[in-house]
């Protein structure tokens, strides 16, 4: 099934023009028509990812995204003609993922669109990856030891995603940090220490002990 990627954009050039680009790279594209409506249109799309304008009728993409953001983690590239340092800023605070400003580079647009799919949905649903005894499962978003079960927020299965894929090497703080966030300017290293803490909390009650190992000054492994 074809990735479903919704425009928020109220130009109706620029909106056919993505949504005939998104098409063509094999994505399931739609635009929203009723602005007064968009969230709504959100809950009934259910996409993978939101291309979303700031200069829209009736309420900005700002307060959208805020919006959005209190119902969902949906991946949210902000597509847009304003282009100043606090308009960049404000994006990323309100739960945006990434920044592009008009006019845009296809090409460019569409790596970003990629790489974020990609962190959001690491692998075809239905996969499971185990280690140590231990099973990770996308798609429920759950690791199951021993016939006991530990429901994952989106970065803790992010998190063990990669440790899982890395399993056996030193994963770096940075490269983690980069895996989880697409702008390391504006996060603090601290929430990758909460994660972790919080990971290994959901492990122990599973009688996993020690399964992630820290390294000091280098990262963690498994």
Known sequence: MPYKILVVEDDPTIQRELVTLLQAEGYEAAAVVDFSATLSQVNTVQPHLILLDIKLPGQSGFSLCSQIRAFSTVPIIFVTSCNTDMDELSSILLGGDAFITKPYH??????????????????????????????????????LYQGQAADLTKNELKILYYLFKHAGT??????????????????DDNALSVNIG????????????NFIKTKHRQGYTL
């Open 170 to 187: 030193i994963c770096a703080r940075g490269d983690l940090v980069s895996y989880l966030w697409d702008n390391q300017l504006y996060v």
């Open 198 to 209: 919080r990971i290994r909390e959901k492990l122990s009650a599973l009688g996993l002990e």
């Open 106 to 143: 296809t090409a460019i647009l569409l790596a970003k669109i990629a790489a974020l799919l990609r962190r959001a949905y690491p692998d075809q649903p239905g996969q499971v990856l185990t280690y140590g005894g231990a099973e990770l499962h996308l798609e429920r978003s759950q690791l």
